[in-house]
């Protein structure tokens, strides 16, 4: 499945592999990080160290990455997501992920991409899972509910009681369109009046509207709840846009977003800056203690971050794929670097939000 | 006006860019002075302590928010010059989700502040005027 030109969203850069950039490859990622020398006060500072070791609880969540197609290049995407990535998730691993949500009996499947919904049998998957009373998150970046073939998706969302995540960087066009593309901010509006139109952003619980917001830049995200208060206010009264809750989310130096560090010469500065602003108190709500993220390959990881990274759950030494009878364990402990301390730096940060 | 050469030390701190007492050319400001801020309480612990506990204070959430605090601090760290305390709060202000336009807005209220300070002392200028013309 690809992206039809005509159905191109905006665009904010170019991906990483389709350049060939020297960062496109994952072990690069890893070792431009392992490298950063840090202040003298933290220069041995370990994120196990500092967090004890993370081990996993009991599974809630089940992260499917359907492929790295998307209709954007937004300039931080951790995924290197865009219209010229292939990469999607094939039948016999929608199959193994089907048998999974039995096996692993999990209370959220979360579909996330690229762009998700772009995978052809995005809809099926949402059936599956909510015909097992499993909740379905669905990680929209709003502007592919513009594209002409998706404009009923948001009536046959509600209807099937989906919650979407949708990507909104700032309540003002400058920051989302500079992270975003241009263009993104109009776009997301009329999607958000699209979502409000079928009943979404009302404090319905079938019909959850969550906002995510990372900063468009090299610092933390806002505190959720006080941001929340300004960001519910202003959408209302400036675009009579309503939602249910922001999401606060830190950007993680991976991929686009480290490229766009390192350019500039930050990649130091920002992980100094993380590891600073370490908060313990974040550290137990970190998503990788109860969630699972799959690969569309199968593959599985600790979050979507270690899987762009590609440090995959193991057993000694083994990937273990979705269909691994054994593929989650309580107490098994996860695979961290220096790219976690943007999960544990100022109020936590995780795909659900603000952890601390 | 104290006339060049008009004393050797003086002759010699212009010359050299000094403050004759060998220290570098002046660079007042330095990125390294702000994380050393709590040094200041080699002199005096007690009031540091004060200081800081009171500080901390300030910028709670009250009957304004953090976030507005830190708009207010962005603007007066402006009106005030103090180039530590913009790095500062300019960071914080994003980090507590403002954007530039509204960290623009602080700082434009800074401005018309000491700009109209100074001309509202124009009617002690128009009242001198007033007493000493015809």
Excluded at chain 1, 161 to 188: E, K, W
Excluded at chain 1, 208 to 220: E, I, S, Y
Excluded at chain 2, 89 to 109: F, H, P, R, W
Aim: aromatic content about 6%.
């Amino acid at each position: 499945m690809s992206v039809a030109p005509s159905e191109d969203g905006p665009r904010a850069a170019v991906e990483l592999s389709f350049r060939g950039a020297p960062l496109a490859s994952a072990e690069a990622q890893r070792a431009l990080l392992d490298r950063v020398v840090l202040p003298p006060a933290f220069a041995s500072a370990t994120f196990d160290g500092m967090v004890g070791g993370v081990t996993t609880g009991r599974l809630r969540v089940l992260q499917v990455n359907l492929g790295k197609t998307c209709n954007m290049t937004c300039a931080h995407c951790h995924v290197d997501a865009g219209p010229h990535r292939r990469e999607q998730m094939d039948d016999a691993t929608i199959a193994h992920v089907i048998t999974a949500m039995d096996r692993l009996r999990p209370a959220v499947v979360d579909l996330t991409g690229g762009a998700p919904e772009l995978h052809p049998r995005f809809q099926e998957l949402v059936v599956e899972a909510r015909s097992r009373g499993i909740e379905v998150i669905d990680r929209c970046n709003l502007t592919i509910l513009l594209v002409p073939r998706f404009r009923a998706l948001p009536t046959w969302l509600a209807e099937h009681g989906v919650t979407i995540v949708a990507s909104l960087p700032h309540y003002r066009s400058r920051n989302t369109d500079a992270q975003r593309g241009d263009g993104t901010f109009t776009a997301s509006i009329e999607a958000l009046r699209r979502l409000n139109d079928v009943g979404y952003g009302a404090g319905r619980p079938d019909r959850q509207l969550h906002l995510m917001t990372n900063p468009a830049g090299a610092f933390l995200a806002p505190d959720q709840a006080a941001t929340e208060v300004v960001w519910k206010r202003v959408l209302l009264d400036t675009y009579g846009v309503r939602f249910d809750r922001l999401l606060a989310l830190n950007n993680m130096p991976i991929a686009r977003f480290l490229e766009w560090l390192d350019g500039r010469g930050g990649t130091a500065a920002y992980l100094a800056h993380l590891v600073e602003r370490f908060n313990p108190g974040a550290a137990g709500g970190l998503m990788c203690r109860d969630t699972l993220s799959v690969g569309y390959d199968g593959a599985t990881y600790a979050c979507d971050f270690n899987q762009m990274l590609e440090l995959p759950v193991e057993d000694d030494g083994r990937t273990l794929n979705i269909d691994d009878p054994s593929v989650w364990a309580e107490g098994r402990s996860v695979r961290t670097g220096r790219h976690c301390f943007g999960c544990t730096a100022g109020a936590g940060s995780s795909c659900a939000g603000a952890t601390g | 006006m104290i006339e060049r050469g008009s004393s050797p030390l003086l002759a010699r701190a212009q010359e050299a860019d000094t403050d004759g007492w060998g220290s570098p050319p002046l660079s007042y400001y330095e990125h390294h002075h702000l994380p050393r801020f709590g040094d200041i309480a080699q002199g005096n612990d007690e009031l540091a302590k004060k200081f800081f506990a009171w500080y901390g204070a300030v910028f709670k959430d009250g009957a304004l928010t953090a976030r507005e605090k830190s708009l207010i601090a962005l603007a007066v760290a402006h009106a005030v010059q103090c180039p530590y305390c913009i790095d500062a709060y300019a960071n914080d202000c994003l980090e507590k989700g403002s954007d530039l336009s509204e960290m623009t807005e602080a700082i434009q209220v800074a401005a018309a502040i000491r700009g109209g300070a100074s001309l509202v002392h124009g009617v002690q200028m128009l009242e001198h005027v007033e007493k000493a013309g015809m």
